[in-house]
Structures are given as C-alpha cells and as structure tokens.
T-cell receptor, first 115, second 115 residues
Framework: AQTVTQSQPEMSVQEAETVTLSCTYD???????LFWYKQPPSRQMILVIR??????QNATENRFSVNFQKAAKSFSLKISDSQLGDTAMYFC????????????FGGGTRLMVKP | ETGVTQTPRHLVMGMTNKKSLKCEQH?????MYWYKQSAKKPLELMFV???????ENNSVPSRFSPECPNSSHLFLHLHTLQPEDSALYLC??????????????FGPGTRLTVT
C-alpha cells in the first residue's frame, strides 16, 4: 500500500516571500504521478501542479514549482512571491500509473499568508 | 469552478433520515469518485466509478450507497447514518484511458451534519 506523509500541519509565510511545503511518500512502484492540490477556505479543491515520476525535470507552474527527489521519495512544493490568495490547505497526492484512478492523499498542510 | 457541481452544499439530517447527495460533471470525463473529508484526517476514497461501473468500494459501510446512472452524474444515497459520518463529502471526476488515469477535478463538497 502507498502512503503519503506531510509532516508540517501548519505553516505561515509573509506576503511576497517564498515557502516550501514538504511531502514524502512510500511506494514500491516505479511508474506513478504526484500532485499538489490546494483547498482554499471556500472548499473547492484545485490542482496546483503534477509531476510524472519518469520525468527528471521538476514541474513548474508560474509561481509554483516542485523539488522531486525520486530516490528519496520526496516531493516538496515551493511557492514563490506568496500572495494572500495562496492561503489554503495544501494536499500532496500520489497515483500509480497503471491503476488508472486511485489517489492517495497526505494529511495536508495549512498555509497562512500574512500581509 | 463549474466543472464539477454538488448539491446540496449543506445538509443536516437525523440518524433515521434518508437523503441523497448529487454530483454532476461537465468536463466529459469517464470516471467519478466520492471522497470523505473529516477533520484532522486525510481524504478517504469511498467509491470509484469508471465507465459507469463501480471499480472500487473502499470498505465503506452499507449505509452509504452510490449510484452512477451515466458518466456525468453520481449520487450518494444515505440512510441510518451515525454522528461520526458528519464530514465534508467531495465528488471528483477524471479521464481514464486504457487504464491510465489523469488528474482529478473536484466539486465544492457537501457539508453533512448528522444529528
């Protein structure tokens, strides 16, 4: 079975600064996807970024980037130039490539961006 | 976000009531999911439907009964619930092709309170 661990239940960052959220996972699979989802206080879960395990290049999406360390089974999310709208719960998630449709989520990190 | 909609957004029900949650996706996806989100617990996958067939029933009690009449609609029928069933119930959809799945898109959730 796969497990996803987010060791930081809560974090805060000043507006315009950079913050990194950590995520580790455990799997014996070699072909999988990793995701970061954001859940603002309004509760709509939104996909932030995805990473295919076979790709060595770290995914980036505007101010969001990941540091994917496959050997260490680590998948951290870096948010640059933090904005007040980044305040949300952030969930790391894992999906095996050939399973088609099963996501395993971490417990989440609550991020507060302070003005 | 209007890709995945859920109704009602809030529901309060007694333990002897019968109610249903509705989810509709407008993204042309062929897989739909029910998740349970409780306080201080990771998201729990409850049911998965792929091409209108249930492919996963994650040890969910029989007081929860899913129904997927077509690829755009998903229901969760509730009866004789317990107070510990109070949670946010999230619906999601995704595209699955030849067993390969892609990112899931979530609805806003139904906040269920069982009294």
């Amino acid at each position: 079975a796969q497990t996803v661990t987010q060791s930081q239940p809560e974090m805060s960052v000043q507006e315009a600064e950079t913050v990194t959220l950590s995520c580790t996972y455990d799997t014996s699979e070699s072909n999988y996807y990793l995701f970061w989802y954001k859940q603002p206080p309004s509760r709509q879960m939104i996909l932030v970024i995805r990473q295919e395990a076979y790709k060595q290049q770290n995914a980036t999406e505007n101010r969001f980037s990941v540091n994917f360390q496959k050997a260490a089974k680590s998948f951290s999310l870096k948010i640059s130039d933090s904005q007040l709208g980044d305040t949300a719960m952030y969930f790391c998630a894992f999906m095996i490539n050939n399973a088609g449709n099963m996501l395993t989520f971490g417990g989440g990190t609550r991020l507060m961006v302070k003005p | 976000e209007t890709g995945v909609t859920q109704t009602p957004r809030h529901l309060v029900m007694g333990m002897t009531n019968k109610k249903s949650l509705k989810c509709e996706q407008h993204l042309g996806h062929n897989a739909m999911y029910w998740y349970k989100q409780s306080a201080k617990k990771p998201l729990e996958l409850m049911f998965v439907y792929s091409l209108e067939e249930r492919v996963e029933n994650n040890s969910v009690p029989s007081r929860f009964s899913p129904e997927c009449p077509n690829s755009s609609h998903l229901f969760l029928h509730l009866h004789t619930l317990q107070p510990e069933d109070s949670a946010l119930y999230l619906c999601a959809s995704s595209q699955v092709h030849h067993g390969l799945g892609y990112e899931q898109y979530f609805g806003p959730g139904t906040r269920l309170t069982v009294t």
